[in-house]
């Protein structure tokens, strides 16, 4: 029975709560940069799109 009382009231790890504060603040910090981060994104795919159309251009089959 101690050893259960002591379980109840340990309070060690992440709780419920925590892990939902920090989603939140995710969340918030996402909606604020919004569009900086959909620029960012859209200027990554831009430059791996861009870049593998050099890169497959150059590539050719020896038979």
């Known amino acids: 029975m ?3 009382k002591s379980f ?7 709780g419920t709560v ?12 996402v909606v604020i ?3 900086q981060i959909t620029s960012i994104i859209t200027t990554a795919f831009e430059k791996i ?5 050099t890169i497959n251009g150059n590539i050719s089959i020896k038979k």
């Open 49 to 53: 799109n861009g870049s593998s159309k």
């Open 18 to 29: 925590e892990i939902i504060l920090i989603l939140v603040i995710l969340l918030m910090i």
């Open 8 to 14: 109840l009231q340990e309070e060690d790890g992440i």
């Open 33 to 35: 940069f919004r569009s």
């Open 2 to 4: 101690k050893n259960f």
